[in-house]
């Protein structure tokens, strides 16, 4: 069972750099989130996608796009990155709204030098 | 505007004792409380959960109390096993119909042996 997989589990950037944070699940959820995690600051929510085909921001939108590419996929993109974006990036899913709970990838470490 | 707020960073406990973690909200609104647990180089996993229309939760060694008056949950491990150590995290997800949660910033549970 592979659940929630996150590619890369690391990477390094330099400042002005772009890249691609890739997110699958196999559990045929319906949403999908973005997350990242920050000393002090718990798990903030970046973006997040209800369903196929739409996607919302969250509380901490700016700096990231995303695409929910079909059900299975959803990704986040940095254009340029900057050092307030090292951070870890966790993805997770749910199968709908309200009470179910969600599953986590194992996270992104990303460092911008 | 932190909505889930968890006071104490860390808290240590022997083992066999009971570990309580705390979590406090400020909006009334919300109605489904989860807690999740995360070791290092993982993403977080869903440990029990509450319904806003009760006041307890058990589940093995693991309970949950939500008072709404004081819009106040717990979480209580009992006994305690090195095994627990860990960062919990409480969240809170608004009324049916919404996607997202609202995760407090964390405390750190270590069970001394």
């Known amino acids: 069972n592979a659940g929630v997989t996150q590619t890369p589990k690391f990477q390094v950037l330099k400042t002005g750099q772009s890249m691609t944070l890739q997110c699958a699940q196999d559990?045929?959820?319906?949403?999908m989130y973005w997350y990242r995690q920050d000393p002090g600051m718990g798990l903030r929510l970046i973006y997040y996608s209800a369903s196929e085909g739409t996607t919302d921001k969250g509380e901490v939108p700016n700096g990231y796009n995303v695409s929910r590419l079909n059900k299975r996929e959803f990704s986040l993109r940095l254009e340029s990155a900057a050092p307030s974006q090292t951070s870890v990036y966790f993805c997770?899913?749910?199968?709908?709204?309200?009470?179910?709970?969600?599953?986590f990838g194992q996270g992104t470490r990303l460092t911008v030098v | 505007d932190q909505q889930v707020k968890q006071n104490s960073p860390s808290l240590s406990v022997q083992e066999g004792r009971i570990s309580i973690l705390n979590c406090d909200y400020t909006n009334s609104m919300f109605d489904y409380f989860l807690w999740y647990k995360k070791y290092p180089a993982e993403g977080p996993t869903f440990l029990i959960s509450?319904?806003?229309?009760?006041d307890k939760n058990e589940d093995g060694r693991f309970t949950v109390f939500l008072n709404k008056s004081a819009k106040h949950l717990s979480l209580h491990i009992v006994p305690s096993q090195p095994g627990d150590s860990a960062v919990y995290f409480c969240?809170?997800?608004?009324?049916?119909?919404?996607?997202?949660?609202?995760f407090g910033t964390g405390t750190r549970l270590k069970v001394l042996a």
């Open positions: 509450i319904s806003s229309i009760k």
């Open positions: 969240a809170a997800s608004p009324p049916s119909g919404t996607y997202k949660y609202i």
């Open positions: 997770a899913s749910r199968r709908g709204q309200g009470t179910t709970e969600a599953f």
């Open positions: 559990m045929n959820h319906n949403s």
